[in-house]
């Protein structure tokens, strides 16, 4: 049904979003905003 094809998919975006913030906790990853400019170093 609709109804459960809605909360499966917030459930699977709401794990996404913490899924990510505990890989970038975890391994300490730059935004991505910072890494698309690539040319700078990491510490300026």
Do not use: C, M, N
């Amino acid at each position: 049904s609709l109804e459960h094809f809605v909360s499966s998919t917030v459930s699977w975006v709401r794990a996404s979003i913490e899924f990510d913030k505990w890989l970038v906790e975890r391994l300490g990853i730059q935004p991505a905003e910072d890494k698309t400019e690539g040319e700078e170093p990491a510490g300026a």
